[in-house]
């Protein structure tokens, strides 16, 4: 009678159609079946073994084939060859397959019938836990490569690998090189986010929307500080994803239409409403829209770029200074009533504001403004111009366009002074007092 002896060894299979050599003439697939289901590990022995064979049958959950009566399988991970041998058996071959990692007792001691294969299945990430020197069998280590580690996607906040946020009161300062003295290129406004690329001398190099560049790392918050401070100030927005949106002034079609915003505008949401209605701020008055028509997601502020307009002939330096010059307080606050440009203003108060510098007094009332200056059409719009906007046919806000379909204005109390495009929601009229 001849006694098994354990043959121990490690394997790792890990994906379909990976094949692994075990030693000289020795190999395993995991991937794909031959017609008997059954993947084969061929091996020569020295010794002959009677055209036996050791089988490991394929099949998830398959532990022993009915042929291997009296064999015992336990949560190890051996299995056995011929005793003495030093090569293998002559025309015997090792077989298994992906099936559930059944194993066999490592003190299994009988005999088996040499036309009696031995059959064990031994599933996708199963590990054969050692190599028996004298068959020549090579160990692989089970642990998790550093090539899959590399594969593994990097961990991301808010679509940010390296998450920045301005640790600000207002707004801080984007350069075009490392430095104080370096070009304005931009502004980050208080929690708004931005990637940053590397550091170096208290100097970030960052990138948030369209702006990439320079600012100090001590008005920036990063690492772990980053996330805490991005979970406090990250906000819902609504995207509009129909080509004119309907706005209400209560959540249901029997209400009048305020007003209608165009395919793409970002809406800030206050709130996702039972009944399928968004609530949101439409400046600063809460207004209604229908959820099946916006993508609602969390967003952090980006950065906005200060790349200096290019006018078209006829525009007037001063149209330009004023433009330039409001454009210094984006980030600052919106205060109800206020006309400071620094700690706070409304819609007309910051109009307001803005004009007096350049000798032009205006009412701190939108629709008081409305009615002075001269009435023009979108398309004669120049820079300096005042949008205004209603609801209910009644002037409820202004802004001041800047060029490039764009306006700048006080907006709400969560954006405060903010750039958005002229037609973001729909305009009452225009007039011109420059």
Not at 16 to 39: F, K, M, N, W
Not at 396 to 404: D, F
């Given at each position: 009678m001849r006694k098994l002896t354990r043959l121990k060894?490690?394997?790792?299979?890990?994906?379909?159609?990976?094949?692994?050599?075990?030693?000289?003439?020795?190999?395993?697939?995991?991937?794909?079946?031959?017609?008997?289901?059954?993947?084969?590990?061929?091996?020569?022995?020295?010794?002959?073994?009677?055209?036996?064979?050791?089988?490991?049958?394929?099949?998830?959950g398959a532990v022993l084939d009915e042929r291997a009566a009296g064999m015992s399988v336990q949560g190890g991970v051996d299995f056995a060859a011929p005793a003495g041998n030093t090569n293998g058996l002559d025309s015997g071959a090792v077989r298994l397959s992906a099936g559930a990692g059944a194993v066999l007792?490592?003190?299994?001691?009988?005999?088996?019938?040499?036309?009696?294969?031995?059959?064990?299945s031994a599933g996708i990430g199963t590990v054969l836990d050692?190599?028996?020197?004298?068959?020549?069998?090579?160990?692989?280590?089970?642990?998790?490569?550093?090539?899959?580690?590399?594969?593994?996607?990097?961990?991301?906040?808010?679509?940010?690998?390296?998450?920045?946020?301005?640790?600000?009161?207002?707004?801080?300062?984007?350069?075009?090189?490392?430095s104080?003295?370096?070009?304005?290129?931009?502004?980050?406004?208080?929690d708004a986010a931005c990637e940053i690329l590397e550091v170096n001398n208290g100097w970030a190099h960052i990138k948030s929307g369209k702006v990439e560049g320079y600012c100090s790392t001590e008005y920036l918050y990063t690492g772990?500080?980053?996330?805490?401070?991005?979970?406090?100030?990250?906000?819902?927005?609504?995207?509009?994803?129909?080509?004119?949106?309907?706005?209400?002034?209560?959540?249901?079609?029997?209400?009048?239409?305020?007003?209608?915003?165009?395919?793409?505008?970002?809406?800030?949401?206050?709130?996702?409403m039972a009944n399928g209605w968004v609530k949101f701020l439409l400046d600063d008055e809460e207004a209604y829209v229908s959820g099946e028509y916006v993508d609602v997601e969390e967003r952090l502020e980006k950065a906005v770029t200060l790349t200096e307009l290019l006018y078209g002939q006829g525009v007037s330096d001063v149209r330009v200074a004023l433009v330039q010059y409001a454009k210094q307080f984006i980030g600052n606050p919106y205060v109800w009533g206020g006309t400071s440009l620094t700690n706070g203003a409304d819609c007309s108060g910051f109009t307001l504001s803005i004009y007096k510098k350049y000798g032009?007094?205006?009412?701190?009332?939108?629709?008081?403004?409305?009615?002075?200056?001269?009435?023009?059409?979108?398309?004669?719009?120049?820079?300096?111009?005042?949008?205004?906007?209603?609801?209910?046919?009644?002037?409820?806000?202004?802004?001041?366009?800047?060029?490039?379909?764009?306006?700048?204005?006080?907006?709400s109390p969560k954006t405060g002074i903010k750039i958005s495009g002229m037609n973001y929601r729909t305009i009452a009229c225009i007039r011109r007092y420059l």
């Amino acid at each position: 009678m001849r006694k098994l002896t354990r043959l121990k060894y490690v394997v790792t299979i890990s994906s379909v159609g990976l094949v692994l050599l075990i030693g000289s003439g020795t190999y395993a697939s995991a991937g794909q079946e031959t017609p008997d289901r059954e993947a084969l590990y061929a091996a020569d022995f020295s010794e002959e073994a009677d055209d036996g064979a050791v089988r490991l049958s394929a099949g998830a959950g398959a532990v022993l084939d009915e042929r291997a009566a009296g064999m015992s399988v336990q949560g190890g991970v051996d299995f056995a060859a011929p005793a003495g041998n030093t090569n293998g058996l002559d025309s015997g071959a090792v077989r298994l397959s992906a099936g559930a990692g059944a194993v066999l007792d490592e003190n299994m001691t009988q005999e088996p019938a040499p036309d009696m294969p031995l059959r064990l299945s031994a599933g996708i990430g199963t590990v054969l836990d050692a190599a028996m020197d004298d068959m020549g069998l090579v160990a692989v280590d089970a642990e998790v490569s550093e090539a899959a580690l590399a594969l593994a996607e990097p961990v991301t906040y808010w679509g940010y690998t390296n998450l920045g946020i301005a640790h600000v009161d207002n707004h801080l300062n984007i350069r075009q090189e490392p430095s104080e003295d370096g070009k304005l290129v931009g502004k980050l406004s208080k929690d708004a986010a931005c990637e940053i690329l590397e550091v170096n001398n208290g100097w970030a190099h960052i990138k948030s929307g369209k702006v990439e560049g320079y600012c100090s790392t001590e008005y920036l918050y990063t690492g772990e500080d980053a996330v805490a401070r991005g979970k406090e100030a990250a906000s819902m927005i609504a995207v509009v994803n129909t080509q004119t949106l309907k706005v209400r002034e209560e959540p249901n079609t029997d209400c009048a239409v305020i007003t209608l915003i165009p395919e793409g505008e970002e809406l800030e949401v206050v709130d996702v409403m039972a009944n399928g209605w968004v609530k949101f701020l439409l400046d600063d008055e809460e207004a209604y829209v229908s959820g099946e028509y916006v993508d609602v997601e969390e967003r952090l502020e980006k950065a906005v770029t200060l790349t200096e307009l290019l006018y078209g002939q006829g525009v007037s330096d001063v149209r330009v200074a004023l433009v330039q010059y409001a454009k210094q307080f984006i980030g600052n606050p919106y205060v109800w009533g206020g006309t400071s440009l620094t700690n706070g203003a409304d819609c007309s108060g910051f109009t307001l504001s803005i004009y007096k510098k350049y000798g032009i007094s205006l009412p701190h009332h939108a629709a008081s403004q409305a009615q002075l200056g001269t009435r023009i059409s979108a398309a004669e719009a120049q820079p300096g111009d005042l949008v205004f906007y209603s609801k209910n046919g009644s002037i409820n806000h202004v802004a001041i366009y800047i060029g490039g379909g764009q306006v700048i204005h006080a907006s709400s109390p969560k954006t405060g002074i903010k750039i958005s495009g002229m037609n973001y929601r729909t305009i009452a009229c225009i007039r011109r007092y420059l």
